[in-house]
């Protein structure tokens, strides 16, 4: 039996730097994984939502179904989602994808649809009397009018779903939550501090990453203030 | 609760179909990329890591993959999804018996390695899964007590306790009350005094300390509790054979990886891996914070396992 190592890591410090430089790779991949699976689930989120909210403007009927299933969604326990999905998807990244989609749903479209609804009826009206179809006027004037709405409800998608890929830690798709996961079954501080800073590092910055798009995409509403 | 029964829905929904109930009867397979996983404690992501490292020796490509628990990745290693895992015998086969007769089914896991393999290989076969041959090590629950404490009262077993007549206040999980291995074996086979059940948790940091503090006498914990001595605790051994034999077994999907040469390569385990090695081994992960690959690596090198 030999003596334990006397080291940081040994004596389980909660800031240890050879914790950072003995698992570095372990922490890069991690992170990579972090920021494929909230970047793929927030992009199809999108692709999903932007429809949805478009059909429930155009439709009134369509607003109080869209509206209620996915917020009923968005109540699912995530560990009760990843294993209701986990029939259809095995044990893969699609699942833990499928599942932040399907949670990104009710902030995006909620918020997208606001944005649709608070476009100034005459503002439309203007646009139909130049001559837009119901096409164009969506595109040129509805949308992006509807930016500063839809784009508050995507930083917080995309927040929620930074915290929400740990979940994905049951089936090993989780990424920094793979090693909280790891880490809080064995009292390991150094790796759960780590992985948890890390974790708020990548929301903030994917949160400031957002206000800034938002900001070069709706030029009119700082020109308006200057 | 409510989580729970999405799990066993989860996982009723899996397993063989009957379109492709052929992989139970089909010849044992041998493919050549191999998935090993790792239930997510310590001890289950070293045998996993030895498997890798056993098999990528043996020429097959491997990679890992950690799931949460059992109600998991069990359906994903009758589906091929997963390949090998590493599993405790007794419990994997109440596990299984549950699943398949219900969670009122009478256990069939017991304190006989011969009895409790051979009901796991009846629950595993027609599920597509290959048990493969238990080795030396164990991972039992075990009742320890402070060093003190069994000097003073010359106690080495659970025998030994019970003839003592001390009443004993056991550290342990809430459910141990009901298990017969806990509370009620040890009142009916030991005739040990157990006054109370101290709930909190089974071998966790704040249990040992309430034995090493005189709080609690005993403690219940597992055989590869490395940690012991850290508190000054010693095992009393389980004289009457009241645990279930929780042998290591590496459980195989029998169409993908049922073959000789898995067999071969995980088997070479089974003469070298003891409890004793296994605790310490836990112990380089958990208190050292050694890291799980490097622990399995260095052990099978100085046993002569991999080159």
Known sequence: ????????????????????????????????????????????????????????????????????ATTVLYTVPSLAMFSLLLPVYGLSAALVVAGLVLYSLTLLVRNILAGLRAVPEETRQAARGMGYGPVRLLLTVELPLALPAGMAGLRIATVSAVSLVTVGAIVGFGGLGNLIYAGMNTYFKAQVLTASVLCVVIAVAADLLLLAVQRLMTPWTRAGRG | MLTGAFFLLAGCATGPSLENRGSVTAPPGDSRHLVVGSAGFTESDLLAQMYALLLKQAGYKTSMITVANRELYEPALESGQIDVVPEYAATFADWLNAKTHGADARPVGSPDLGTTMTALRALATPRGLTVLDPGRAVDQNAFAVSAAYAREHHLKTLGDLGRSGLPVRLAAGDECVQRPYCEPGLKKTYGIDVVAVDPKGVGTTQAKQAVRSG???????????????????????????????????????????????????????????????????????????????????????DKGLLT
């Open chain 1, 1 to 68: 039996m030999t003596a334990p190592p006397d080291d940081c890591l040994a004596r389980n410090e909660w800031i240890c730097g050879e914790y950072l430089s003995t698992r570095r790779h372990i922490l890069l991949d991690a992170v990579a994984q972090h920021l494929q699976l909230t970047a793929v689930s927030v992009l199809f989120g999108l692709a999903v939502a932007v429809p949805l909210a478009v059909l429930a403007r155009r439709w009134g009927l369509a607003a109080g179904p869209v509206l209620a």
């Open chain 2, 215 to 301: 709080r609690d006498q005993m403690v219940l914990t597992t055989t590869t509790d490395a940690t012991l001595d850290e508190f000054g605790l010693v095992l009393l051994d389980d004289d009457k054979h009241l645990q279930n034999a929780d042998y290591i077994v590496p459980v195989v999907n029998r169409s993908r990886a049922g073959g000789e040469g898995v067999t071969k390569a995980l088997g070479k385990l089974n003469d070298v891996l003891t409890t004793a090695d296994l605790a310490s081994l836990n112990r380089q992960v958990d208190s050292w914070r050694r890291l799980p690959e490097d622990v399995a690596r260095t052990y099978l090198r």
